[in-house]
């Protein structure tokens, strides 16, 4: 982990010089081995910061309808605001929102699945257990920045250094399926604790940037300077702090050296991205999936993100700005799966701080609720199908924590990573050391995964 102090330290020897956008990381690269990618396999998350309103996102249109149209007043979308009505392999048939198009497609194709009322859970809960405080609750509900570190990472009854993806990357790492030491996690979105693991660290990079140490040229003087930088880093200093903070940057240089010979081996792909923010995120991972046999990697996770959700008012404008960029890029990221031909390698699926309560604010918006819908898309995926079930559209009914349409989730974080990551090559063995609490759960396996 890099502290402020190997932070400052490193800083202030390399000068002038940095590592483009590639985040330091305290591992080293061995020589990448081009592979065959037969065997490959990538989760790709794409969590929606704010706490995105699911019951927006898709709706079923069977007899509740009527008290979602009801009850969800002002923030209930009518039958024209909503796409067609798309029949269901399992549970009613539904309707995405109509800034969805694409996803709606995906899902009448059977790329893309729906699993209902997704959340932090220690354990199962009824409501009577949550109102009388008889088993375990999830720390600090409702709130930002504690139900974004549960969904990342997995551990809902308090704080935890290490993220369940990065856990994964430890298995992975410890396993050797992959044949370099390039990062098993890379982030398109800034730091993510979900893969920080235990005995392995995430990269970050900024999709589109320079990946080079700037400040350096072709000329001599310049390439005098470059070799006295890396003479210093490569010399044992005898200062273990001093040391550490060598070892960060020569590694993460030795990172960025990788990705980017090993990009320069892409070719420009066909699929057109949307000039968005996370269409560009989506892109560079498929630019970096196209180029994963040369570095080696047969096993790699990848974190995206969409912001915005955060809808105590104004509900309906936001989600028609957002919902159009979350639709196109998702689809224009599946689209360039299929043109690489890992269609059936390649699985992404969406994360959000909590959804919303179904009863809007006087101001036309939305506040914090806990159990969501989720979404996953990939050539693998069992789509066309609902996993889990909606909850009772009754405010203070059966599958509400107050009265206000806050779902208790029936689905745990345990069990939709746990599909995912049993799909990517976790071991049932290994598994309880990713989801530490899962063994709490029925089932670990949601089936949503061929």
């Known amino acids: 982990m890099v502290t402020r102090r190997n932070f400052l330290s490193t800083s202030i020897r390399v000068g002038s010089a940095t590592v483009g956008s590639l985040a330091l990381r305290p591992f080293g690269l061995l020589p990448a ?160 604790v979900e893969g920080t693991g235990a005995s392995t660290q995430p990269v970050a990079i900024g999709p589109g940037q320079s990946l080079q140490l700037t400040g350096f040229s072709s000329s001599s003087e310049s ?85 915005g959700f955060d809808t105590h008012a104004n509900e309906l404008p936001t989600l028609n700005t957002l919902y159009p960029q979350l639709s196109a890029a998702l689809a224009a990221f599946y689209s360039a799966t299929q043109e690489l031909g890992v269609a059936q390698n390649v699985t992404t699926f969406t994360e959000s701080d909590f959804s919303r309560t179904f009863q809007p604010t006087t101001a036309g918006g939305s506040d914090h609720a806990w159990g969501s819908h989720h979404l996953v898309l990939g050539g693998a995926v069992q789509g066309g199908k609902i996993y889990g079930s909606f909850p009772t559209f009754q405010l203070g009914g059966p599958d509400d924590t107050d009265v206000r349409g806050r779902w208790i989730p029936t689905i745990s974080i345990e069990q939709y990573g746990a599909t995912l990551s049993s799909w990517f090559g976790i071991p049932a063995s290994a598994l309880a050391a990713v989801f530490p609490n899962l063994a709490n759960f029925a089932s670990s396996n949601l089936g949503f995964l061929g």
């Open 223 to 307: 390439q005098t300077r470059l070799n006295a930088l890396t003479g210093l880093i490569a010399d044992g200093s005898g200062v273990a702090l001093v040391q550490a903070a060598d070892d960060v940057l020569a590694n993460s240089i030795s990172d960025a050296n990788a990705l980017s010979s090993a990009l320069a081996k892409a070719t420009k792909l066909n699929t057109t991205f949307p000039n968005t923010s996370l269409g560009a995120q989506l892109q560079q991972v498929a630019q970096i999936i196209q180029v994963q046999s040369y570095l080696g990697m047969s096993r790699q996770i990848f974190f995206c993100s969409l912001g």
């Open 33 to 192: 081995l081009a592979q065959n990618g037969s065997n490959y396999r990538a989760l790709v998350c794409v969590f929606l910061f704010g706490g995105n309103d699911s019951n927006n996102t898709v709706v079923p249109m069977d007899s509740s309808f009527s008290a979602y149209t009801s009850l969800r007043g002002s923030l209930a979308l009518s039958s024209t605001e909503l796409t067609a009505a798309i029949s269901s392999a399992s549970g009613p048939p539904i309707a995405f929102h109509g800034k969805l198009p694409e996803l709606a497609s995906l899902y009448g194709s059977k790329e893309l699945a729906v699993v209902a009322n997704v959340g932090p859970l220690v354990q199962p809960l009824t409501q009577t257990q949550y109102k009388n405080q008889q088993a375990a609750i999830p720390l600090n509900l409702f709130s930002h920045s504690d139900q974004q570190l549960a969904w990342q990472t997995s551990i809902a009854q308090g704080h935890s250094p290490t993220g369940w993806a990065g856990r994964a990357a430890d298995y992975i790492s410890q396993s050797g399926v992959n044949s370099s030491g390039f990062p098993a996690f890379v982030s398109l979105a800034g730091n993510a």
